[in-house]
């Protein structure tokens, strides 16, 4: 009688199946009941076992009862040298890999319970870290803006932001076609979040009627700021440097425009001396803050809004800044501006 032939060991993909197959024979009351026990960072791992544990933790149901039971604040985080992924994290525990970002895409800053990814290539998307589901906002400009945009040109602003009065979130876009000097233009479009964005379309909207600086976005209480463009700096047009544009995303209009604290508190011939690299807008606190850089000495003062219509700046903080070895001024500017601002 010949010996029996040993079994071959399983392939991964066997494994895998296998493994598939067991987890769907728990009961789904009990799954469920699992799985509301774990925290937000590990259902974004365990979303992969099956088909059947992703449509659980991907049910409205299942994410209501989750986020009543877990309370406690969410983070999503973008680190430098991994270019495809987003990480959950909350407080006390180490980050846990999220949905994936795609490469080049930028975590824009936001205290929502959605996050948004950008590019500046017209790509913007929309993630929610408690089920890990990634919506892609259509790239296709707004109708009355589709003679006048080329998706093949860069440079494109996005913020995301919550309506106050009814608690609806919504993106603005701005195109940012050739540039001031060269006779460009800068297009604004909204879009509404409803749960989905299958069937939604960007909206134009009048612009400010000046250039606005794309990088210096901030969204605060869902109005997006902005200082205007560095291409005024220095020209006599009577424009300063701290002078503040502000959209609103519910009436989706542009508010009055705000003179900012160094105008307000200075004369004209010393808030001249002053360069757009020296301001930053931030939100801190609830609060609109100009954070204004020196360099002799190293220090930065953050001035926070306290009441738009009468325009009432206050400067809570005064911070002297120790030196650090880098390479250049503007180097050093930089790194306090994402450190100290940077920090929620």
């Not at 987890?23 to 088909?51: E, K, M």
């Amino acid at each position: 009688m010949a010996p029996p032939r040993p079994r071959s060991p399983p392939t991964t993909r066997a494994m895998r199946a296998r493994a598939a197959a067991s987890s769907d024979r728990i009961p789904p009351d009990v799954l469920f009941d699992v799985l509301l026990r774990l925290p937000a960072r590990d259902l974004c791992r365990l979303r992969a076992v099956s088909r059947s544990w992703r449509a659980l933790a991907s049910d409205p149901l299942f994410v209501a009862a989750h986020a009543a039971r877990h309370g406690g604040p969410l983070f999503l985080a973008k680190f430098r040298d991994d270019k495809t992924s987003v990480y959950a994290v909350d407080l006390g525990s180490p980050p846990a890999a999220g949905a994936g970002g795609g490469p080049y895409h930028r975590l824009l800053c936001t205290r929502l319970d959605l996050g948004c990814l950008a590019t500046d290539w017209n790509r913007c998307s929309v993630l929610d870290p408690a089920t890990g589901a990634v919506h892609l906002l259509p790239e296709r400009p707004a109708e009355e803006h589709a003679n006048c945009v080329n998706l093949s040109n860069p440079y494109t602003f996005f913020a995301l932001g919550r309506v106050a009065a009814t608690g609806g979130r919504k993106v603005l876009r701005m195109f940012n076609r050739l540039g001031f000097h060269n006779g460009g233009q800068q297009i604004f479009e909204v879009f509404t979040i409803n749960g989905g964005t299958d069937h939604a379309w960007w909206r134009g909207r009048q612009g400010p009627g000046l250039f606005t600086d794309e990088c210096s976005g901030v969204v605060v209480d869902g109005v997006v700021y902005f200082l205007t463009s560095r291409v005024y700096e220095g020209a006599r047009c009577g424009i300063r440097p701290d002078y503040i544009m502000s959209f609103d995303l519910g009436r989706e209009e542009w508010m009055r425009d705000l003179r900012g604290p160094i105008s307000s508190n200075a004369g004209y011939a010393k808030v001249s001396l002053y360069t757009r690299h020296q301001l930053a807008l931030a939100e801190l606190k609830g609060s609109l803050v100009l954070a204004d850089h020196h360099h002799q000495p190293f220090t930065m003062d953050l001035w926070f809004l306290s009441d738009f219509r009468s325009g009432l700046w206050v400067n809570q903080y005064h911070i002297r800044i120790e030196s650090l070895n880098l390479r250049s001024a503007d180097e050093y500017h930089e790194y306090h501006l994402k450190t100290i601002v940077g920090v929620r």
